[in-house]
């Protein structure tokens, strides 16, 4: 791999996601805030949004998704969109 895939310049407000709804759902306050921040590598993202997931699955009928690489950008590119107002 090329030393531009092994380190993409990705960014997103969502590394804490997870840790922020654990807390809403046990309704506790927490330190984590949803911060602007530069994502560190795929497999960073992929943990992130593959427990999204089987949060997400959980609780509605199951999405049975293949999350690579070219996915994950895609999906931090949407969400920096649908995250703007009137995104």
Not at 34 to 52: H, N, P, Q
Not at 60 to 78: G, I, P, S
Request: charged share 30%; with cysteine; proline share 3%.
């Amino acid at each position: 791999a090329t030393p531009v895939m092994e380190m993409p310049i990705l960014y997103g407000d969502f590394m804490f996601f997870n840790e922020i709804e654990e807390a809403r759902e046990a309704k506790e306050e927490t330190d984590h805030v949803r911060l602007y921040d530069g994502l560190e590598s795929y497999d960073a993202i992929k943990v992130v949004l593959d427990s999204a997931l089987e949060r997400y699955n959980l609780h509605h009928k199951a999405m049975n998704l293949v999350l690579f690489d070219d996915c994950l950008e895609h999906l931090v590119r949407v969400h920096r969109i649908l995250r703007l107002p009137r995104g």
